[in-house]
């Protein structure tokens, strides 16, 4: 069974479509007690990263994934769920689950940094976007089984993944420089964009992961 964290920060109502769609098993809580027996979780999030923080600490969630993750079980980040399973986001100065050991950055900020001026990227980054497998490490992740490099996914995100460990990025969206998009360390799943409103190719990539990790 595939648990769906509500946390009162999730894009859950189309994560459910989605699963519904692949007629895919699932249950959806509030508390932490009724997933504990789920074969893997799917952690979804759209919001502010400091407020979402405050909710699962409020749920008991956070020491839950923690503790989910621990046990070597199967966890996907979706969009915001990407980015607070790292240590930190400069949205709010906000400590986060450190699940993964890196930082969430803004996009502004990187592109600043970079010097990259075009006026055509605009802030937040939303819509559709192709993202590339990285041909050392996609291989290794059985989400991609069967989907296409340069596949087009929904985004909608301010703030950029910046893993301390750069292999564990599985692909990049190019938005003025190469924008981690999937990432994965062990079982543990990074998506920024939106595979549940992305269409065939989105769903793919839910399917695999169901596949993989559903009992």
């Not at 502010?48 to 966890?75: H, I, R, T, V, W």
């Not at 699940?99 to 803004?106: A, D, E, F, H, V």
């Not at 605009?122 to 989400?143: A, R, V, Y």
Request: one cysteine or more; glycine letters at 8%.
């Amino acid at each position: 069974m595939i648990g769906i964290v509500d946390y009162n920060a999730g894009n859950i109502t189309s994560v459910e479509h989605a699963l519904s769609f692949l007629q895919c098993p699932y249950l959806i809580s509030k508390k932490p007690r009724d997933l504990q027996n789920a074969s893997a979780l799917i952690f979804p999030g759209v919001g502010e990263a400091s407020y979402a923080m405050n909710q699962l600490k409020a749920s008991g969630f956070d020491l839950f994934l923690k503790d989910f993750c621990a046990q070597g079980k199967p966890l996907l980040g979706i969009c915001l769920g990407s980015q607070i399973i790292f240590d930190h986001s400069e949205e709010g100065d906000t400590p986060c689950l450190g699940l993964i050991k890196g930082t969430i950055r803004r996009f502004s900020s990187i592109l600043k940094e970079k010097g990259i001026t075009d006026s055509s990227l605009k802030i937040p980054h939303m819509g559709w976007n192709s993202i590339d497998w990285k041909q050392t490490t996609s291989s290794t992740n059985p989400l991609l089984d069967g989907v296409p490099s340069g596949s087009d996914f929904y985004f909608v995100h301010s703030y950029v993944i910046q893993p301390d460990n750069s292999s564990i990025i599985d692909g990049t969206c190019d938005y003025g420089f190469e924008v981690p998009s999937i990432l994965h360390k062990d079982s543990i799943y990074a998506m920024q964009f939106h595979p549940e409103k992305s269409g065939k190719q989105g769903l793919a990539l839910l399917k695999n992961f169901i596949k993989e990790y559903s009992c």
